[in-house]
């Protein structure tokens, strides 16, 4: 099986900041899309961020230039830098893996880490 453990949530006043960590581990060969989706309450889930294996990096418009997606390949972790914290950001992050647990899968499967909880108030 696969583990996705996020971690680095938290209350942050308007204008700060907070680094998101979610770390994949289990039965893992390969590790192609990495991302960060979050929904806030009475909303649907939406894409924040998404870092491919090559590198390339997709943001929704509202989160550019103040959240920074990174990936640490070696130790199957994604990361996501937020600064410039909004109130309207204020949500349940998730974040996401596409994995081949062998060599001999034939496609990747999205597993999901159990959210953490991001709030920005004064």
Wanted: some cysteine; hydrophobic content about 30%; aromatic content about 10%.
């Amino acid at each position: 099986q696969v583990q996705l453990v996020e971690s680095g949530g938290g209350l942050v006043q308007p204008g700060g900041s907070l680094r998101l960590s979610c770390a994949a581990s289990g039965s893992i060969f390969s590790i192609n899309a990495m991302g960060w989706f979050r929904q806030a309450p009475g909303k649907q889930r939406e894409l924040v961020a998404t870092s491919s294996s090559g590198g390339s990096t997709n943001y929704r418009d509202s989160v550019k230039g103040r959240f920074t997606i990174s990936r640490d390949n070696a130790k199957n972790t994604v990361y996501l830098q937020m600064n410039s914290l909004k109130p309207e950001d204020t949500a349940v992050y998730y974040c996401n893996a596409d994995v081949k647990q062998t060599s001999f899968s034939r496609s990747y499967h999205r597993y999901w880490g159990q959210g953490t909880q991001v709030t920005v108030s004064s």
